[in-house]
């Protein structure tokens, strides 16, 4: 089993920064990618980012404000989110892949609040 914990949600204002993380342990050999979503009251879960060893794909309604990264040699992935609006107010999960024992398998964060006031 692999657990993610998210961590690095909470109250901001519109125009500040926020640096999620989302921590992997578990019993796993290696990461093939990583994603984070967001879901606002009322909204559809939604694909903010997306990370393997060789794409990065970002959204274009965050394209430029928010970033992906991944640090292996702490089993850590982050979002970097600049320049944040109140329409960015949402829960934000993480999702990733993960080699284990029992082949390919894939886990999600228990998410984490975001609001952004004006």
């Known amino acids: 089993q692999v657990q993610l914990v998210e961590s690095g949600g909470g109250l901001v204002q519109a125009g500040e920064s926020l640096r999620l993380s989302c921590a992997a342990s578990?019993?796993?050999?290696?990461?093939?990618?990583m994603a984070w979503y967001r879901q606002a009251p009322g909204k559809q879960r939604e694909l903010l980012a997306h990370?393997?060893?060789?794409?990065?794909n970002i959204a274009d309604s965050v394209k430029g404000r928010f970033t992906i990264s991944l640090d292996n040699t702490k089993n850590t992935g982050y979002l970097q989110m600049n320049s944040l609006k109140p329409d960015d107010t949402a829960v934000y999960y993480c999702?990733?892949?993960?080699?284990?024992?029992?082949?390919?398998?894939?886990?999600w964060g228990q998410g984490t609040q975001v609001t952004v006031s004006s």
């Open positions: 990370l393997t060893r060789v794409t990065t």
């Open positions: 578990g019993s796993f050999f290696g990461q093939n990618s």
């Open positions: 999702n990733a892949e993960f080699n284990t024992n029992w082949g390919r398998r894939d886990y």
